[in-house]
């Protein structure tokens, strides 16, 4: 990547489009590594231009060309699950499904475009919950490079806690508003 020079950046915001278009590599590894190459501010600036690229052309491409595209571009069962997580919700509610850990954003970015999600809140949800999720990532990327051992030490420690919270609290939000709820069998004779 360094001997891209001048070019390494455009590499990001290429490599970011194309991941978030085709995802052949995990969404965290481009910010991740944005961050440790160029630092917490010029990181974020490459990653939040591929990002908001790659995530406003999944959304037209779901908009303009439907569910038959989109289905061969990520899978059918991701884009079932994302349409699931979205179809239907009140739009605090896909906010927050974007907010939950291990759930499809890029197929949730397509699915927004497929189910006509109106522009204004998806934009929305691209600078409230994608950016500053890939913000968190970036500012890792660059501690492994300018931070000390303690200070990583320390961030790590209030990292893990602050995922495992928001982790338990995602799922708390997930069980109780996204899965499917399955009906009560009651004893027999009632």
Not at 43 to 65: N, P, R
Not at 70 to 90: F, H, P, T
Request: glycine residues 14%.
């Amino acid at each position: 990547m360094k001997r891209l020079g001048p070019w390494g950046p455009l590499f990001i915001v290429f490599f970011h489009v194309a991941q978030i278009v085709l995802a052949p590599v995990p969404g965290h590894v481009i910010p991740l590594t944005s961050g440790y190459l160029y630092g917490f501010f010029w990181g974020a600036v490459y990653d939040a231009v591929g990002l908001l690229l790659g995530t406003l052309l999944v959304y037209f491409i779901g908009l303009k060309f439907g569910r038959p595209v989109v289905a061969k571009l990520v899978g059918a069962d991701n884009l079932q699950k994302a349409e699931k997580y979205i179809s239907g919700k009140r739009i605090l509610l896909v906010f927050i499904a974007f907010a939950l850990p291990g759930l499809p954003k890029d197929a949730m970015c397509y699915a927004c475009g497929i189910l006509k999600v109106p522009f204004r809140y998806y934009l929305l949800i691209l600078l409230g919950i994608r950016i500053p999720g890939d913000l968190f990532v970036i500012l890792w990327g660059g501690g492994f490079r300018f931070f000390d051992t303690k200070t990583l030490i320390i961030g790590g420690i209030a990292s893990v806690i602050g995922i495992a919270l928001f982790w338990a609290v995602g799922l708390w939000i997930k069980r109780r508003w996204f899965d499917e709820k399955k009906p009560s069998v009651g004893r027999e004779g009632e």
